[in-house]
């Protein structure tokens, strides 16, 4: 759904930003050649020139004059919104960083309207100093350019780096192809635009250097350790160590008779203030036709010893104030009953007392703990008691 929702949303922009550009070029580059001169003067306000231009061939003056007020307008109004977005982003940017411990902390203090402060005023009194203190555009441009091209390629060159991001081959090779060439755009404009370049070094370096101080008025401090340190302290292990001890988890015991393994069973679910399923499950060692035990329902009051054990468990768990629920079940292959039946009824945590068999009774009918260890869910906790 996120995919879907995604691509319906960029891929319009996408067709438009390439087609648009596409006309643009044609538009341009159909203007004769003795318009050369002006095209080079009006680079600033290009689409208001190609607005009056083809107004010109087609209209009066005063329609072009009119087209070109337009054009002029809308794309001050686009620029604006661009403004604006540019605002939002870097405020929003300059907060994360700051809540993160990578910037200081007081760039997180929020007005009564719930926006940072001082990367409000950051975010639109720095872009005014700057162009107010430069009379030279075309520099500007390349800052803009080596600073988005830039971005652009870091990202592509992430994604494609990325093996823990989900997508097919040849998307992965289609955004590394797109990298390498903006990486070359990026060289060339830092080769022709000096200017850009020096920028670029000094915003990375004056970066780098607030977010050391950032850092170390915060008490931070960077380690070199060994790959095989840092991957005990990944992310990864660190949500797969969560402690879960949320009340209502149900515990479900493979019994046998009143073994340890029932007693710690009980112990379990009082801890987690949950209900002890107790399964008892009746090994048919006879091959018969399975409609036959499906005829009748079996009951486990009319086995002696599963009723021994439950009734015998229901008197204990009172005194802890467990609830406990008792499954019976006849099968052929108890490995496959219990692990149904886990799955079946959602048990959080099942548990099996370790094999007594002898060496040749488990290599002629397989160890019951071994079949429920294979073919378990991932989401039943197992856990084996002896």
Request: proline share 4%; net charge positive.
């Amino acid at each position: 759904m996120l995919g879907k929702t995604a691509r319906r949303a960029i891929l319009p922009v996408a067709v438009e930003v390439v087609l648009g550009t596409a006309l643009l070029g044609w538009a341009m580059l159909s203007v004769p050649h003795e318009f050369q001169g002006t095209l080079m003067e009006r680079k600033e306000d290009m689409l208001r020139f190609l607005g009056e231009y083809y107004g010109a061939l087609h209209f009066g003056p005063i329609v072009t004059q009119v087209l070109g007020a337009v054009i002029g307008l809308v794309v001050g109004l686009l620029l604006l919104s661009a403004v604006n977005t540019a605002v939002v982003a870097l405020i929003g940017l300059t907060y994360m960083m700051a809540r993160d411990g990578e910037m200081p902390k007081g760039l997180t203090r929020l007005n009564r309207y719930g926006v940072p402060s001082l990367p409000l005023i950051i975010a639109v009194v720095l872009p005014i100093v700057v162009v107010a203190m430069t009379s030279n555009f075309d520099a500007l441009a390349g800052l803009y350019a080596i600073g988005v091209v830039g971005a652009i390629t870091l990202n592509l060159v992430s994604c494609t780096l990325n093996k823990k991001l989900v997508i097919h081959w040849y998307e992965r090779a289609l955004m590394g192809g797109t990298a390498l060439l903006l990486l070359v755009i990026e060289i060339t404009i830092a080769k022709t635009k000096p200017d850009a370049l020096f920028f670029a070094v000094c915003v990375l370096g004056g970066g780098l250097l607030l977010r050391g101080y950032a850092q170390k008025r915060a008490g931070l401090q960077t380690l070199v350790v060994h790959r095989d340190v840092a991957a005990v302290f990944a992310p990864e292990i660190a949500e797969k160590m969560k402690v879960n001890v949320e009340a209502g988890q149900k515990v479900m015991v493979a019994a046998r008779g009143l073994t340890p393994v029932v007693r710690f069973a009980l112990e379990e679910a009082h801890l987690r203030k949950g209900a002890l399923y107790v399964l008892y499950v009746k090994e048919l060692a006879v091959a018969i036709p399975s409609n036959v035990i499906s005829e009748t329902t079996p009951r486990w009051q009319d086995d002696s010893q599963a009723s021994a054990i439950i009734y015998g468990l229901r008197d204990m768990a009172k005194k802890y104030n467990v609830p406990i629920l008792p499954v019976y079940a006849v099968s052929e292959d108890p490995a496959s009953t219990i692990v149904d039946l886990a799955a079946t009824m959602g048990i959080d945590f099942l548990m099996l007392g370790a094999s007594n068999r002898r060496f040749m009774t488990q290599l002629l009918k397989g160890d019951v703990i071994t079949e429920v260890t294979r073919n378990l869910p991932d989401n039943i906790q197992l856990v084996i008691h002896g």
